[in-house]
Nanobody
Framework: QLQLVESGGGLVQPGGSLRLSCAAS????????IGWFRQAPGKEREGVSC????????YYADSVQGRFTISRDNAKNTVYLQMNSLKPEDTAVYYC??????????????WGQGTHVTVSS
């Protein structure tokens, strides 16, 4: 069974930073586009960011543009989401997912179990 495991969530004050990691086991992330999603309590899941595997192209939701940065380290089989200038509205469970296409097509076959991020003073 292919697995994605997120880590790095936690409690942070507004304006703070966190770096989330998405690590793969039993498959290599090299050939997958990877997306980050989040779901806040009582809200629908929303796409946050995506990074392609072919050329490293990145995409961001308007709500996180300029604050979040997605990156990948294929040697470590891991994708990261650096989150800066965090706001209370960023509070959610964050998930990563693998898209079998080289580019961010929106078709995700594998999902992690999520990591909680709480932004509060």
């Amino acid at each position: 069974q292919l697995q994605l495991v997120e880590s790095g969530g936690g409690l942070v004050q507004p304006g703070g930073s966190l770096r989330l990691s998405c690590a793969a086991s039993r498959f290599t992330l090299d050939y997958y586009a990877i997306g980050w999603f989040r779901q806040a309590p009582g809200k629908e899941r929303e796409g946050v960011s995506c990074i392609s595997s072919k050329d490293g192209s990145t995409y961001y939701a308007d709500s996180v543009q300029g604050r979040f940065t997605i990156s990948r380290d294929n040697a470590k089989n891991t994708v990261y989401l650096q989150m800066n200038s965090l706001k209370p509205e960023d509070t959610a469970v964050y998930y990563c997912a693998a898209d079998p296409n080289y580019y961010c097509s929106g078709h995700y076959d594998y999902w992690g179990q999520g990591t909680h991020v709480t932004v509060s003073s």
